[in-house]
């Protein structure tokens, strides 16, 4: 029964750290995020992560991004995908050329010199949707720009890694055209599957008499897009998020959200902010504190730039790229994903692996108080 203990709290330190940040002026994330770096084993130990911790985190990232696709203005996104598409390629390149650098200083072979950029590639916005949502900013210019330039990155540095495997001999068998395949092939069925099958199944399920039909529906439709996604090679985060944006073209939007929220918040979504928080663990980082503060300075200045110089030559001002580039330093999920791939494969240096975690985390943390302050009303 550990597992409840861990449950108590997770759910009592999130709510009063989140209580705590909100006095402070910050946004509640931060101190939920916080709550699991003293929770686990960096500090007090008390709670440690285990398979239980790590698939409630799952769905509650699921749950988080798929009420964000629900909430998206999809004529707000369409209009900004030039954008988008901007900041993701400027997102990438800056870091990758940033990360390989990195590693070519501290020493580090020609392939994992490279990895380094593609780890310092990657995005997640799990953590500035929170942000965004909590400031009701998630369906300004900003904020579509931001969740679109998510999906083109999450795509572009999942192609970045299956080059570099393919390269560097790791992954040999893995055919880039069949990579790409998929990915058009998510896209494709997401799309008519939105307009033809997600309509028909809620539409079908919704009026069933049992309780809560609908809710269940939508859950069904949104692992099954997280599923689909996952095997196509994609984050199943995008999948959740395809889901949100399908059901919110259906007439059962609002019940779901309003259903849907008090589910996710409870117990779910608090989970995966503290589940962040546990992968954090100092042994051993002393020696390497010159290469944690030089990779986290380089992770948090290529993306604000780069992502920022992608919106402002798309039209953007300079405090609206500033913004944009603040939500796209995160990150979080993908980018731990990324390291354990690289880990496996030999790219990511076994006694570096600990310090790449750390530099992750410390984007997490760094992205909700920057986000909120580039977001203040200029005077």
């Excluded at 300004?140 to 560097?168: H, K, N, P, Q, Y």
Aim: glycine content about 12%.
């Amino acid at each position: 029964m550990e597992f409840i203990f861990y449950l108590v709290l997770i759910l009592l330190f999130t709510k009063l750290a989140g209580d705590v940040s909100l006095r402070l002026g910050q946004p509640a994330v931060l101190g939920k995020l916080i709550v699991g770096i003293i929770l686990g084993p960096a500090v007090l130990g008390w709670v440690h992560d285990s398979e239980f911790i790590h698939y409630i985190s799952e769905i509650g990232v699921l749950m988080l991004m798929f009420i964000a696709g629900l909430e998206t203005d999809l004529d707000q996104l369409r209009k900004n995908w030039k954008s988008a598409f901007a900041v993701a390629v400027g997102g990438i390149i800056l870091p990758f050329v940033g990360g390989y650098f990195i590693g070519d200083w501290f020493g580090f072979s020609y392939y994992n010199s490279l990895f380094m950029g593609v780890i310092l590639s990657a995005t997640s916005v799990s953590i500035s949707v929170q942000v965004l949502k909590d400031m009701n900013k998630l369906n300004s210019r900003e904020g579509s720009t931001i969740l679109g330039a998510a999906v083109v990155d999450d795509i572009l540095v999942v192609v970045l890694l299956a080059v570099l495997m393919s390269f560097s001999g790791t992954e040999a068998d893995m055919s880039l055209g069949l990579l790409i395949g998929k990915k058009v092939l998510f896209f494709i069925v997401a799309i008519l599957a939105g307009g033809f099958l997600v309509p028909w199944v809620m539409k079908w399920l919704a009026p069933l008499r049992v309780t809560e039909a609908t809710i269940t529906a939508a859950l069904v439709v949104c692992f099954g897009y997280a599923y689909f996604a996952e095997l196509m090679g994609m984050a199943g985060i995008i999948g959740a998020f395809a889901a949100g944006i399908a059901i919110s073209q259906t007439p059962f939007k609002h019940t779901v959200e309003e259903k849907l929220e008090p589910i996710a918040y409870s117990i779910f979504v608090p989970v995966f902010f503290v589940s962040i928080g546990l992968s954090v663990s100092f042994t051993g980082v002393g020696g390497q504190l010159g290469f944690v503060i030089a990779v986290t300075l380089v992770a948090i200045l290529s993306k604000l730039l780069g992502g920022g110089l992608g919106a402002r030559f798309t039209g953007f001002n300079n405090r609206s790229s500033l913004i944009i580039g603040s939500g796209m330093i995160s990150r979080g999920e993908v980018a731990l994903i990324i390291a354990a791939a690289g880990l496996e494969s030999g790219l990511l240096l076994q006694q570096y692996f600990t310090s790449v975690i750390i530099v992750v985390i410390v984007t997490t943390l760094v992205t909700p108080p920057l986000l909120k302050y580039m977001f203040r009303e200029p005077k």
